[in-house]
Nanobody
Protein backbone atom coordinates (compact mmCIF):
# COMPACT_ATOMS: atom_id res chain seq x y z
CA UNK A 1 0.00 0.00 0.00
CA UNK A 2 1.26 3.45 -0.95
CA UNK A 3 -0.26 6.79 -0.01
CA UNK A 4 0.56 9.77 -2.17
CA UNK A 5 0.25 13.45 -1.30
CA UNK A 6 0.81 16.16 -3.91
CA UNK A 7 1.81 19.74 -3.18
CA UNK A 8 3.15 22.79 -4.97
CA UNK A 9 0.20 23.76 -7.12
CA UNK A 10 -1.05 27.31 -7.40
CA UNK A 11 -1.70 30.27 -9.67
CA UNK A 12 1.02 31.40 -12.05
CA UNK A 13 1.19 33.67 -15.07
CA UNK A 14 1.83 32.28 -18.53
CA UNK A 15 5.54 31.74 -19.03
CA UNK A 16 6.11 31.10 -15.36
CA UNK A 17 7.22 27.99 -13.51
CA UNK A 18 5.96 25.70 -10.78
CA UNK A 19 7.42 22.66 -9.09
CA UNK A 20 5.06 19.97 -7.94
CA UNK A 21 6.02 17.42 -5.32
CA UNK A 22 4.48 14.07 -4.49
CA UNK A 23 5.42 12.51 -1.18
CA UNK A 24 4.87 8.78 -0.79
CA UNK A 25 4.41 6.78 2.37
CA UNK A 26 5.88 3.36 2.90
CA UNK A 27 9.32 1.84 2.58
CA UNK A 28 8.88 0.44 -0.92
CA UNK A 29 8.76 3.68 -2.91
CA UNK A 30 11.74 2.69 -5.02
CA UNK A 31 9.90 -0.39 -6.27
CA UNK A 32 7.27 1.71 -8.07
CA UNK A 33 7.22 3.50 -11.36
CA UNK A 34 5.77 6.97 -10.89
CA UNK A 35 3.66 9.11 -13.14
CA UNK A 36 1.99 12.50 -13.32
CA UNK A 37 -1.39 12.99 -14.96
CA UNK A 38 -3.68 15.98 -15.23
CA UNK A 39 -7.36 16.59 -15.72
CA UNK A 40 -8.98 19.80 -16.84
CA UNK A 41 -12.72 20.46 -16.36
CA UNK A 42 -14.76 18.55 -18.90
CA UNK A 43 -11.73 16.67 -20.23
CA UNK A 44 -10.32 13.21 -19.79
CA UNK A 45 -7.34 12.53 -17.58
CA UNK A 46 -4.16 13.15 -19.58
CA UNK A 47 -0.67 11.71 -19.23
CA UNK A 48 1.98 14.31 -18.37
CA UNK A 49 5.16 12.51 -17.36
CA UNK A 50 6.51 9.27 -15.93
CA UNK A 51 9.71 7.92 -14.48
CA UNK A 52 10.96 4.41 -13.94
CA UNK A 53 11.62 3.02 -10.46
CA UNK A 54 15.35 3.72 -10.73
CA UNK A 55 14.88 7.11 -12.34
CA UNK A 56 16.84 5.97 -15.36
CA UNK A 57 13.99 6.36 -17.84
CA UNK A 58 11.56 9.21 -18.29
CA UNK A 59 8.60 9.67 -20.61
CA UNK A 60 6.69 12.73 -21.79
CA UNK A 61 3.99 13.46 -24.35
CA UNK A 62 4.76 16.02 -27.05
CA UNK A 63 2.56 18.60 -25.36
CA UNK A 64 4.98 19.04 -22.43
CA UNK A 65 8.29 17.72 -23.75
CA UNK A 66 11.05 20.27 -23.29
CA UNK A 67 9.00 22.24 -20.74
CA UNK A 68 8.33 19.70 -17.97
CA UNK A 69 10.86 17.54 -16.15
CA UNK A 70 10.07 14.63 -13.87
CA UNK A 71 12.55 13.45 -11.27
CA UNK A 72 12.56 11.37 -8.13
CA UNK A 73 14.49 11.14 -4.91
CA UNK A 74 14.12 7.61 -3.61
CA UNK A 75 15.85 8.52 -0.34
CA UNK A 76 13.08 11.06 0.32
CA UNK A 77 10.22 8.98 -1.13
CA UNK A 78 9.36 11.92 -3.35
CA UNK A 79 8.74 12.50 -7.04
CA UNK A 80 8.84 15.97 -8.57
CA UNK A 81 7.45 17.67 -11.64
CA UNK A 82 9.27 20.84 -12.67
CA UNK A 83 7.04 22.82 -15.02
CA UNK A 84 8.53 25.68 -17.02
CA UNK A 85 7.14 27.94 -19.73
CA UNK A 86 3.64 27.28 -18.50
CA UNK A 87 0.70 27.93 -20.79
CA UNK A 88 -2.98 28.55 -20.00
CA UNK A 89 -3.75 25.14 -21.51
CA UNK A 90 -1.66 23.55 -18.74
CA UNK A 91 -4.39 24.53 -16.27
CA UNK A 92 -5.70 21.39 -14.61
CA UNK A 93 -5.69 19.31 -11.46
CA UNK A 94 -2.41 17.40 -11.39
CA UNK A 95 -2.26 13.91 -9.92
CA UNK A 96 0.69 11.71 -9.14
CA UNK A 97 0.37 7.96 -9.39
CA UNK A 98 2.37 4.86 -8.50
CA UNK A 99 2.51 1.89 -10.79
CA UNK A 100 4.26 -1.47 -11.04
CA UNK A 101 7.92 -1.76 -11.92
CA UNK A 102 6.88 -3.97 -14.85
CA UNK A 103 5.80 -1.01 -16.98
CA UNK A 104 7.84 -1.36 -20.16
CA UNK A 105 7.53 1.49 -22.61
CA UNK A 106 5.83 4.79 -23.36
CA UNK A 107 2.57 3.08 -24.19
CA UNK A 108 2.53 1.39 -20.78
CA UNK A 109 3.56 4.43 -18.78
CA UNK A 110 1.00 6.67 -20.48
CA UNK A 111 -2.03 4.59 -19.55
CA UNK A 112 -3.68 5.72 -16.33
CA UNK A 113 -5.23 2.27 -15.81
CA UNK A 114 -1.73 0.79 -15.37
CA UNK A 115 -1.27 2.73 -12.12
CA UNK A 116 -2.42 1.33 -8.79
CA UNK A 117 -2.25 4.26 -6.39
CA UNK A 118 -3.25 7.89 -6.80
CA UNK A 119 -2.90 11.10 -4.86
CA UNK A 120 -5.72 13.56 -4.24
CA UNK A 121 -4.47 16.07 -6.79
CA UNK A 122 -3.21 19.64 -6.71
CA UNK A 123 -4.65 22.52 -8.74
CA UNK A 124 -2.47 24.35 -11.23
CA UNK A 125 -3.91 27.49 -12.81
CA UNK A 126 -2.04 29.40 -15.50
CA UNK A 127 -3.36 32.85 -16.31
CA UNK A 128 -2.87 34.49 -19.68
Amino acid sequence: QVQLVESGGGLVQAGGSLRLSCAASGRTFNSYAMGWFRQAPGKEREFVAAISQSGGSTYYPYSVRGRFTISRDNAKNTVYLQMNSLKPEDTAVYYCAAGPATLRDYSDYAKSVRYDYWGQGTQVTVSS
